[in-house]
């Protein structure tokens, strides 16, 4: 039985007559009195309906989860920086917080999650991570906008959203909740790592941590096949998407069958020892197959990313990952565009730059810089552990922008910087195969990670339920069961526990 229609029962607001409700919630214009917050617009949206939004990333949003009040406030985080934030606070409340996160280097409201959580009745709260935009060009000569976007957007989401909900509810929270995906799951692990009150449970799926070498890894990967390219210069090094489907056809001929089944789907790339040396053009043959610079190019980007002392610097590229449409970000022939604006402007601080000679040098400067500590790659999780704190993280197997095997590798370091050979007890990793990246790719992969993939409404298939669950009934997630629009079904692993195929289904040993 989930614990969310228990609860319901329970901490169900007393029903109000609706137009007392809009009275309740327009009067938050002037009855909210927080620290450097100044209270934008307060509506409240009688029924589904889209809103109109603020800012460059969209111009509206879906509210279906009406009647709700709607509170748009800006938090000015010092002189020079500010957090612009929303609160959805719908009438039916479970007395549950949720903080949203953000994506690559953005700038936009997560407006889609405050429509899914304040569905799931959670008083919601996302921010634009202290700029408007989808790039980082407002980093530019403002450390302070930096600081917003590394660590401190989310935490004060979370300090001045908790007292808007106080306010309009007259009740506190009784727990809060984190979730956010990509950059989204970096802050959520910078959470856990800084502010570890903040928040009683953390989803924080295919993070972004260990962030400067990850951008450093994507900016070399684009290099590998040549970028920039253009009709002018192309390079011999460059695959074309036709060349890319061979690699990709050679590597499924490989590898798929390693977990027992020919499905598509590469269940652990990282036992996947892919040669392409068995597609390079021999003699007289030249279609169907790779010169030996494109051979070069394969190699280099199946090869962890090691430093010039010989130091592993990043994972490597995921076997399977290189199919999902979404590599044309890294390997289109353009050199990568985060790595490009985080260099840019959050490093050196400089207008233009020329990346094309970039390479493993920017490994210890951007180290010494790491601009608002941003890394998010330590593993000294204790205070979080010891207040209560719960984090499940995921990450698919075939995330052709963050490898998957980096989700290992922190796991790794939080195990060993706690002694811990297992986080069971409070910190929980899923690898989805199949997976790309944050959602979609190949297979069941739709557990409730975000809004429109909570195809089953049950703490078995949905991980923010699984974690409500988890934080106020203590029933940790052993699996979760991801679905896709089939119905059909797979069960996930927590690591290190692997899925092994016993001839009927896939289980977890
Ligand atoms: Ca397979």
């Given at each position: 039985?989930?614990?969310?229609?228990?609860?319901?029962?329970?901490?169900?607001?007393?029903?109000?007559?609706?137009?007392?409700?809009?009275?309740?919630?327009?009067?938050?214009?002037?009855?909210?009195?927080?620290?450097?917050?100044?209270?934008?617009?307060?509506?409240?949206?009688?029924?589904?309906?889209?809103?109109?939004?603020?800012?460059?990333?969209?111009?509206?949003?879906?509210?279906?989860?009406?009647?709700?009040?709607?509170?748009?406030?800006?938090?000015?985080?010092?002189?020079?920086?500010?957090?612009?934030?929303?609160?959805?606070?719908?009438?039916?409340?479970?007395?549950?917080?949720?903080?949203?996160?953000?994506?690559?280097?953005?700038?936009?409201?997560?407006?889609?999650?405050?429509?899914?959580?304040?569905?799931?009745?959670?008083?919601?709260?996302?921010?634009?991570?202290?700029?408007?935009?989808?790039?980082?060009?407002?980093?530019?000569?403002?450390?302070?906008?930096?600081?917003?976007?590394?660590?401190?957007?989310?935490?004060?989401?979370?300090?001045?959203?908790?007292?808007?909900?106080?306010?309009?509810?007259?009740?506190?929270?009784?727990?809060?909740?984190?979730?956010?995906?990509?950059?989204?799951?970096?802050?959520?692990?910078?959470?856990?790592?800084?502010?570890?009150?903040?928040?009683?449970?953390?989803?924080?799926?295919?993070?972004?941590?260990?962030?400067?070498?990850?951008?450093?890894?994507?900016?070399?990967?684009?290099?590998?096949?040549?970028?920039?390219?253009?009709?002018?210069?192309?390079?011999?090094?460059?695959?074309?998407?036709?060349?890319w489907a061979i690699v990709s056809a050679e590597i499924l001929r490989q590898c798929d069958a390693l977990d027992g089944v020919v499905d598509g789907i590469i269940t652990e790339p990282d036992e996947c020892d892919f040669r392409p040396?068995s597609i390079?053009?021999?003699?007289?043959?030249?279609?169907?197959?790779?010169?030996?610079?494109?051979?070069?190019?394969v190699?280099?980007?199946f090869?962890?990313?090691?430093?010039?002392?010989?130091?592993?610097?990043?994972?490597?590229y995921s076997p399977g990952a290189e199919a999902d449409?979404?590599?044309?970000?890294?390997?289109?022939?353009?050199?990568?565009?985060?790595?490009?604006?985080?260099?840019?402007?959050?490093?050196?601080?400089?207008?233009?730059?020329?990346?094309?000679?970039?390479?493993?040098?920017?490994?210890?400067?951007?180290?010494?810089?790491?601009?608002?500590?941003?890394?998010?790659?330590?593993?000294?999780?204790?205070?979080?552990?010891?207040?209560?704190?719960?984090?499940?993280?995921?990450?698919g197997r075939r995330d052709p922008?963050?490898?998957s095997?980096?989700?290992?590798?922190?796991?790794?370091?939080?195990?060993?910087?706690?002694?811990?050979?297992?986080?069971?007890?409070?910190?929980?990793?899923?690898l989805i195969p199949g997976m790309g990246?944050?959602?979609?790719g190949l297979g069941p992969t739709?557990?409730?990670?975000?809004?429109?993939?909570?195809?089953?409404?049950?703490?078995?298939?949905?991980?923010?339920?699984?974690?409500?669950?988890?934080?106020?009934?203590?029933?940790?997630?052993?699996?979760?069961?991801?679905?896709?629009?089939?119905?059909a079904?797979r069960?996930?692993?927590?690591?290190?526990?692997r899925s092994v195929f016993?001839g009927?289904v896939f289980?977890?040993?």
């Open positions: 039985m989930p614990l969310l229609k228990n609860l319901a029962a329970i901490l169900i607001l007393p029903v109000y007559a609706l137009a007392s409700q809009s009275a309740k919630c327009l009067a938050l214009q002037h009855s909210l009195h927080l620290q450097n917050t100044t209270i934008l617009n307060v509506t409240y949206v009688l029924a589904a309906t889209n809103v109109s939004t603020p800012g460059v990333c969209q111009s509206a949003a879906p509210v279906t989860a009406a009647p709700l009040c709607r509170v748009q406030f800006v938090i000015n985080t010092t002189s020079s920086s500010a957090v612009h934030a929303e609160a959805w606070l719908p009438d039916i409340w479970f007395g549950r917080f949720l903080g949203l996160g953000n994506g690559g280097l953005g700038g936009c409201i997560d407006y889609a999650n405050l429509d899914y959580g304040t569905s799931l009745h959670f008083a919601a709260v996302g921010s634009d991570n202290g700029h408007d935009g989808t790039d980082g060009s407002q980093f530019l000569n403002h450390p302070e906008v930096i600081n917003d976007f590394a660590f401190r957007a989310v935490h004060v989401e979370a300090v001045i959203g908790k007292q808007i909900v106080q306010t309009y509810y007259g009740a506190a929270v009784a727990k809060s909740y984190y979730l956010g995906c990509s950059t989204g799951g970096r802050q959520g692990t910078q959470a856990a790592l800084r502010f570890p009150e903040d928040f009683d449970g953390i989803v924080a799926g295919s993070p972004a941590t260990d962030f400067n070498h990850l951008t450093i890894w994507q900016g070399i990967l684009s290099h590998y096949v040549g970028a920039p390219i253009s009709a002018a210069a192309p390079s011999p090094k460059f695959l074309s998407p036709d060349v040396e390079q053009c021999i003699e007289d043959t030249s279609t169907n197959c790779l010169t030996a610079t494109q051979v070069e190019t190699k280099n980007v090869t962890p990313l090691f430093g010039l002392q010989g130091e592993l610097i990043y994972p490597r449409p979404s590599q044309s970000q890294i390997f289109g022939g353009e050199f990568f565009s985060i790595t490009e604006n985080w260099g840019r402007f959050a490093i050196l601080n400089v207008t233009e730059h020329d990346f094309s000679n970039f390479g493993l040098k920017a490994v210890a400067f951007w180290d010494s810089i790491n601009p608002g500590g941003i890394a998010t790659f330590e593993g000294d999780l204790s205070a979080f552990r010891n207040r209560g704190g719960k984090f499940l993280t995921y990450h922008i963050i490898s095997t980096n989700s290992k590798r922190m796991y790794d370091l939080i195990s060993h910087t706690l002694s811990l050979p297992l986080l069971d007890d409070f910190y929980r990793l899923f990246h944050c959602a979609g739709s557990f409730g990670q975000s809004n429109g993939l909570n195809l089953v409404n049950d703490s078995s298939h949905n991980i923010l339920l699984a974690m409500v669950d988890w934080v106020e009934g203590g029933i940790a997630p052993a699996t979760i069961i991801g679905s896709d629009v089939t119905n079904t069960t996930h692993c927590r690591y290190p526990m016993n009927t289980v977890c040993e």
